[in-house]
């Protein structure tokens, strides 16, 4: 009875307790039903997070589908960034691409030539300076690319003027790769002397003998950097550098050892000249090198700078330019995400690039891509790449002049006095 008695008084108190305590325990279940609300917005939260950002990508098709599809899934792997990329043909690239940044549909990323004055003027691309990722590029590649103060664009593979040489046929004739213009000359001769022509010259082709001139220009641009833009702004005239004339006169000095009957040769003609074993040497640009691999020449190939200084050099400038750039639209919605693509692709990801897509020009630091041996010939000149600019109506008389110097019709101080009359005439106009 006892244990009975003390059973109801024990459930009494335990009723009132409840009772009395009905608010708390509401309470308590208010806060544990807020704790469950805030634990799934967390991993709401948290899955959202975890969706990739998507970017969209604008190029041209020789940067090549299954190259940038091997990209964007590292892309998505390493930086949870979902690449969504439009290749366009080359032909069309520029008026589209520059109609879509015009009508404010731009993507967040995109290729870009190295117009940088037009890119500069019309406001379309962000300003990347003071980016941490513009320290990965060699020495000098940015300024070049510079508008006013600001970096808008960057180069992402480059290109450059140089001589292609017969390496077989060096070796038999006891030759290295001639590091000054007396030596290319003496090389010159001995290759003549061999029984071979030692530099092919498609002299049919205006625009062709260029190659061969625009590295043998190089002494302008060690002189002063800034000549060929200000003698192109009308500043100083052509005649004012000894070193112009000079590059003119040494271009004549090799006419001799150019291919016979040069002014009736195109440019296949020259190749073929070279690639069987006929001719020695051809100037071009790093831009051959898949002409020269699908013509598979039966010797072994090598790259150089073209000398023409009397004494050896550390770097010889040369034309160059850039196979493409990339830049940021000034409109890009996702800013952080871009500037991550752009540092994660030249600082992690540039080299693989390089090499699936076969672009032989690095412009970074320490990169040499590896898919061709010749590479690393391409890398030495690609660090003193220079902007040798022209107007067209002045580019058009020295094209024409050394078809006559090689002709032997005109001299080259006669051909420079024609483009400072032209710039002359310019300067009217304007």
Known sequence: MKRLIAFFVCSALLISLLAGCGS??????????????????????????KEPIKLKYL??????????????????????????????????????????LASGDAPDIMACNSDKDFYGKAGYLMDLKGQPFLDLFKDGIIDRLKYQDQILILPAATDSFGLYYNKDLFKQLGLEAPKTFPALVDAAKKIKDGGKTAIAMPGKELWAPQFLALGL??????????????????????????????????????????????????????????????AAMIASGTWMLSDVRKANPQFE?????IPYSDQPLEKYSTQGGYTFCLGIPASVKNKDASLAYIDWFFRDYYKTYLDDTQFAGSAVKGIVPTFDPILADFDSTFASTTDMVFEASVQNIYFKGFQEIIGNKREPKDIMQDMDKEMEKLAKLN
């Open 59 to 100: 190029g041209w098709v020789e940067q090549k589908q299954d190259a940038m599809e091997k990209l964007a899934k590292e892309l998505l792997d390493k930086k949870n960034i979902q690449l969504e990329f439009e290749l366009l043909e080359s032909t069309t690239y520029n008026d589209v691409s520059k109609a879509r």
């Open 301 to 305: 190939v090598g790259f150089m700078s």
């Open 24 to 49: 708390v325990k509401s309470n308590n279940e208010s806060a544990s039903s807020t704790k469950s609300i805030e634990t799934e917005s967390t991993a709401q939260t948290t899955e959202a997070a």
């Open 217 to 278: 220009w190089g002494a302008c641009y060690d002189k002063s950097s800034t000549f060929f833009a200000d003698a192109k702004a009308g500043k100083v005239k052509y005649s004012s550098m000894p070193e112009f004339q000079g590059g003119m006169e040494k271009f004549k000095q090799l006419v001799p050892y150019m291919s016979v009957d040069a002014l009736g040769i195109d440019w296949a003609k020259a190749q073929q000249q070279f690639y069987t074993g006929e």
